[in-house]
């Protein structure tokens, strides 16, 4: 099955959770805050995807262990700083 989108609850639970990869899928739409509860989380990858859209989409504020983002291959239409949300 292929993701197309994240919901702000698709995490809950995963605190300890290190490593995301949802690279190669369809993912067009992340809710705000869909990864509050990935405290741990230190690598994440949403390579080619159809992500267009990135404001107030991927906000790492809580992830205080991250140290990749993975962005390839999405279909952004401009990426600036709003983007990527991680203080």
């Known amino acids: 099955n292929l993701i197309r989108f994240i919901k702000k ?4 639970g995963l ?3 290190e490593i995301l990869k ?3 899928n369809l993912i067009s739409k992340i809710e705000p ?3 509050r509860d990935l405290l741990a989380l230190r690598i994440i990858s949403i390579s080619n995807n159809e992500l267009v859209n990135c404001e107030n ?3 790492f504020e809580f992830s205080y262990n991250l140290d990749e ?3 390839r291959e999405n279909q952004f239409e401009n990426f600036n700083s709003n983007c990527v949300k991680n203080s």
């Open 57 to 59: 989409q991927l906000n």
């Open 15 to 17: 605190k300890y959770l």
């Open 9 to 12: 609850s698709s995490f809950i």
């Open 33 to 35: 805050n869909a990864f």
């Open 69 to 71: 983002i993975h962005l």
């Open 22 to 24: 949802l690279e190669s």
